[in-house]
């Protein structure tokens, strides 16, 4: 019973759980008329029956699959890189923008963490990041920082 899903899912059913909690503090309201804590209630249920859900598919396995890895240079290496990343990845996103902060990251990621080729790295980066764009820019409209090519 040794598993990635079992440990990751015990989690996660305990941050759903806090969620859930911590979200029936705020007026719920409903869906026509939702409060500030109907999201959170909501989020918080569908992790909690999904994480609960893995971590009784995790149980019946009798197998050692998907043992914890062990920490070898490499993963080391990829986590500490990936962090990096994300410190470097900040006080570039108010300067740049959003677009031209995003696509580097996410080549980086795409070459560094994934492995992936080059060629894949940059359409991956590239049509990630503006998709993204498109989805929380254009369509929700949410508000990014504009950087000095007022993209």
Excluded: H
């Excluded at 059913?13 to 911590?22: A, D, E, K, R, V």
């Excluded at 804590?37 to 009798?62: N, W, Y």
Aim: charge should be positive; charged fraction near 10%; include cysteine.
């Amino acid at each position: 019973m040794c598993n990635r899903d079992f440990f990751s899912s015990l989690f996660w059913t305990g941050c759903g759980l806090l969620m859930i909690f911590w979200s029936l503090r705020l007026p719920v309201g409903g869906p026509n008329n939702p409060g500030p804590g109907f999201l959170p209630l909501s989020v918080g249920i569908l992790m909690t029956i999904l994480s609960a859900v893995l971590l009784g598919r995790s149980v019946r396995q009798k197998e050692m699959k998907g043992a914890l890895p062990k920490w070898e240079p490499r993963n080391i290496f990829k986590l500490t890189a990936a962090f990096a990343a994300m410190l470097i990845y900040i006080p570039f996103f108010p300067l740049l923008g959003f677009l031209f902060a995003t696509i580097p990251l996410m080549i980086f990621l795409f070459k560094a963490i994934g492995e992936t080729s080059w060629k894949l790295s940059i359409a991956g980066g590239t049509l990630l990041s503006l998709a993204m764009y498109m989805i929380f820019k254009v369509w929700l409209q949410v508000q990014f920082p504009i950087g000095p090519w007022g993209i």
